[in-house]
């Protein structure tokens, strides 16, 4: 998911979503990670780019 320049990052309500319709769910008791980067990390007016990741599963229907 990527969302527009300046935008809110997704919430764990959408990731939720967006998983489900690819056929995934998160793994239950597992906690996500994320990162921050940008294109010039010694710039603070670089934009940032949110990096997630957490560990899935396939849903079960």
């Not at 939720?16 to 994320?34: H, N, T």
């Amino acid at each position: 998911m990527t969302g527009l320049p300046g935008s809110a990052p997704p919430s764990v309500q959408e990731c939720s979503r967006a998983l489900d319709v690819l056929g995934y769910a998160v793994v239950p008791g597992v906690e996500g990670e994320w990162t921050e980067s940008s294109e010039s990390p010694d710039d603070p007016a670089s934009p940032v780019c949110l990096i997630a990741s957490v560990r899935v599963r396939e849903a079960t229907r």
